[in-house]
């Protein structure tokens, strides 16, 4: 898309017509107190060449081709079939602004019809929305929905779901008349039931959880799912991995009520951290209070299947009291790329690939807690990720590794005390096991 700028000559005429004769007069209405006064303190223009040169040195501080990453905590690097690429990148996919509009695509509302059935799918549930901005987002959604459907004001957040995904949903919740309580977890990295059995009471809308969590572990989700239904309380179970569930059972099946998470996993490559795929499912009975949009399928006046957006609850289409969501978008061509991943791997070539995470998971585990002075942190079982405690804090292990071009992970200095020598370790399909052999030979050189 081209950029325009504006002439004050063009200034002048908007002005004009909008009836105003300052930009101070069109923003009269923002309180004096927050109203600012000054430029913002941004530099100049630059010219095409000199903006190029700019890009070209931000660029350059990139870290170049070939380092060797084991970091994931909610971002993961997979295998993408190149059949991804070549159909998303059609020109009627990545060009409609709109794309739901049935009257133009009826082949994006097919594949947003059959993302949602996929997604049923893994997750167990009945019914599942057209997608939502990303895994964060998509757990703050899960929990206003609960509140929704239960009419309660206290939300169980899990102290081992992931630390960027609570503070989305505190950022959400701060004006509203609904309270978080976080929930601890135990030496197995799990959520620790005598304290949830604790906070629990008849005014909990929801417990939230992550599972695999954000240390790698996985939870159990039928026994949180039953302590919340107890007190009348939804089970939400957050999935940040989405290549989890083609090996773990379907929370749904288990007990969980709403099923929501990050798909980025599904055929979307990393990138500067984004763009992302969140999603979301849930039981048939909270059809009403699903935010975001659904498409289904019927047939048209001559018996032909067609596909239509079904429910669409934003202020755009509803009153607004009624409405579910302000989401105004949504992740259409991320949407579209998670379902031909999907259909491209097949059943048993997911299975494959997620067999693959644990089986080098497992490896790395027993060559890195081989490595003198490296500890398992947690002892609850793991899909592809995992916490080590090393000798030493890991910040000082983190500059070294980098300099042998490792990342050796994320370090969990901010989860609190005791972390400071903790680091969460990714390991997915990509990595071969020569990789993981040089990451423990990296930490063993480091460690000495």
């Known amino acids: 898309m081209s950029y325009l700028s504006l002439s004050e000559?063009?200034?002048?005429?908007?002005?004009?017509?909008?009836?105003?004769?300052?930009?101070?007069?069109?923003?009269?209405?923002?309180?004096?107190?927050?109203?600012?006064?000054?430029?913002?303190?941004?530099?100049?223009?630059?010219?095409?060449?000199?903006?190029?040169?700019?890009?070209?040195?931000?660029?350059?501080?990139?870290?170049?081709?070939?380092?060797?990453?084991?970091?994931?905590?909610?971002?993961?690097?997979?295998?993408?079939?190149?059949?991804?690429?070549?159909?998303?990148?059609?020109?009627?996919?990545?060009?409609?602004?709109?794309?739901?509009?049935?009257?133009?695509?009826?082949?994006?509302?097919?594949?947003?019809?059959?993302?949602?059935?996929?997604?049923?799918?893994?997750?167990?549930?009945?019914?599942?929305?057209?997608?939502?901005?990303?895994?964060?987002?998509?757990?703050?959604?899960?929990?206003?929905?609960?509140?929704?459907?239960?009419?309660?004001?206290?939300?169980?957040?899990?102290?081992?779901?992931?630390?960027?995904?609570?503070?989305?949903?505190?950022?959400?919740?701060?004006?509203?008349?609904?309270?978080?309580?976080?929930?601890?977890?135990?030496e197995r990295g799990t959520v620790d039931a005598a304290a949830l059995d604790k906070a629990l009471d008849d005014g909990t809308a929801a417990v939230l959880f992550q599972s695999p969590n954000y240390f790698g572990v996985c939870e159990d989700v039928r026994s949180i799912s039953t302590a919340a239904k107890t007190k009348g309380a939804l089970s939400v179970a957050m999935v940040a991995e989405a290549l989890s569930l083609a090996l773990l059972e379907a929370p749904g099946k288990l007990g969980a009520d709403i099923v929501a998470g990050e798909a980025q996993s599904f055929g979307i490559p990393l990138g500067f951290g984004g763009p992302y795929l969140g999603f979301m499912a849930a039981r048939k009975e909270y059809l009403r209070q699903l935010p975001g949009r659904i498409c289904g399928q019927t047939t048209d006046v001559e018996g032909q299947r067609g596909y239509v957006l079904t429910l669409s609850t934003r202020e755009q289409h509803i009153r607004r009291e009624k409405a579910t969501s302000n989401i105004c978008t949504n992740q259409a061509l991320c949407a579209l790329r998670a379902t031909i991943y999907l259909a491209a791997m097949g059943r048993e070539g997911l299975r494959r690939a997620a067999r693959h995470n644990v089986a080098k998971t497992a490896y790395a585990l027993e060559k890195l807690l081989a490595v003198r002075g490296v500890e398992r942190r947690f002892s609850g079982p793991v899909f592809n990720e995992f916490v080590i405690q090393l000798p030493k804090p890991w910040l000082d292990v983190d500059k070294a590794l980098r300099k042998k071009g490792i990342r050796g992970g994320i370090g969990l200095d901010k989860s609190g005390p005791g972390f400071e020598r903790c680091v969460l370790v990714c390991i997915t399909e990509l990595h071969a096991g020569e990789d993981i052999d040089r990451l423990a030979a990296g930490l063993e050189e480091v460690l000495r």
């Open 9 to 186: 000559r063009d200034r002048k005429e908007m002005l004009e017509r909008i009836g105003v004769s300052s930009v101070d007069d069109l923003f009269c209405c923002i309180p004096e107190a927050i109203h600012l006064k000054k430029d913002l303190d941004l530099p100049g223009p630059l010219s095409e060449m000199e903006l190029a040169a700019e890009i070209q040195a931000i660029a350059g501080r990139n870290a170049p081709a070939g380092i060797l990453s084991f970091m994931g905590g909610g971002a993961y690097p997979h295998f993408i079939p190149s059949v991804v690429d070549y159909l998303s990148s059609r020109g009627e996919f990545v060009s409609p602004y709109t794309p739901y509009q049935p009257e133009v695509s009826q082949g994006t509302l097919q594949v947003i019809f059959e993302f949602q059935t996929l997604i049923c799918q893994l997750t167990g549930l009945d019914i599942a929305n057209a997608s939502l901005y990303e895994g964060a987002t998509a757990a703050a959604e899960a929990v206003l929905m609960a509140q929704r459907v239960t009419g309660k004001a206290k939300v169980l957040v899990a102290a081992s779901l992931h630390p960027q995904y609570r503070e989305v949903i505190r950022t959400y919740v701060r004006n509203l008349d609904l309270t978080v309580e976080e929930v601890p977890f135990t």
